[in-house]
């Protein structure tokens, strides 16, 4: 399998048949890896694909890989999600690709926005801090409250509540368009994970 037979593209309204595909992904995905990925509708999903918030990966008519984004305090923030690839069609680089082509949908549909994502998947970090995005506070990331009501889905939603919404198993990076991307290398993402876990022990023991 070449990565350039699979095309990565802005999602259309008849991409919305996918979405029980997409949302069984996603599942599968958190069962696999042990982590809490927050539950998502099929009408959630179709809803992003026909608004023009997601992006689809596809080899001929199989849809095998998706993203999205949404808008949070009007419009002040934009969080990228639900990134998902089937696991036949990984190793392929078509994260990197969907991550890409995702953060070019926000950027495009939301030009002054603060870009964030809050992920538990050391390669997102990876790919996000490629990107300039930054390792930062949830208090930096919107107060949102639909936002955080989402996380409702996920197994780890005790822990976000126990400690105020102030820390949980995922990792807060954000893109703010006004400042000067970082000169990341390739330590960061693995630094920014090592003081994630030692700030959560040290709370912990607090």
Same mark, same amino acid.
């Given at each position: ?9 802005? /999602? +259309? ?18 069962? +696999? ?23 689809? /990966? %596809?080899?001929?008519? *199989? ?20 990134? $998902?690839?089937? &696991? ?5 680089? #078509? /994260?990197?690709? $969907? ?5 070019? #949908? /926000?950027?495009? @549909? ?30 930096? =990331? ?17 822990? #976000?509540? @126990?400690?105020? @919404?102030?820390?949980? #198993?995922?990792?807060?990076? %954000?893109?703010? &368009? *006004? +400042? &000067?991307? &970082? ?7 693995? =630094?920014?994970? =090592?003081?994630?876990? =030692? ?8």
């Amino acid at each position: 399998m070449k990565e350039t037979e699979i095309s990565v593209e802005f /999602a +259309q309204e008849e991409h919305a048949k996918y979405a029980e595909r997409i949302c069984t992904l996603i599942y599968e995905s958190a069962l +696999q890896r042990g982590t809490g990925i927050a539950r998502r509708s099929n009408e959630y999903i179709a809803s992003k694909i026909t608004g023009g918030k997601a992006v689809v /990966a %596809l080899e001929g008519e *199989k849809l095998v890989g998706f993203s999205y984004i949404e808008s949070w305090g009007h419009g002040d923030y934009v969080a990228t999600s639900g990134l $998902i690839v089937d &696991p036949d069609y990984r190793n392929l680089g #078509l /994260a990197r690709r $969907i991550k890409e082509k995702t953060f070019e #949908l /926000a950027r495009m @549909r939301f030009p002054f926005a603060k870009i964030f994502s809050i992920t538990t998947s050391l390669p997102v970090m990876k790919l996000n801090s490629r990107m300039g995005y930054k390792p930062v506070t949830f208090s930096e =990331l919107t107060d949102d409250e639909e936002f955080w009501q989402g996380c409702k889905g996920c197994i780890n939603y005790d822990i #976000l509540q @126990r400690n105020n @919404r102030r820390m949980c #198993l995922c990792t807060g990076m %954000l893109f703010d &368009p *006004k +400042q &000067p991307l &970082p000169s990341n290398t390739a330590a960061t993402p693995y =630094l920014m994970m =090592l003081r994630n876990k =030692l700030s959560k022990i040290f709370r912990i023991k607090h």
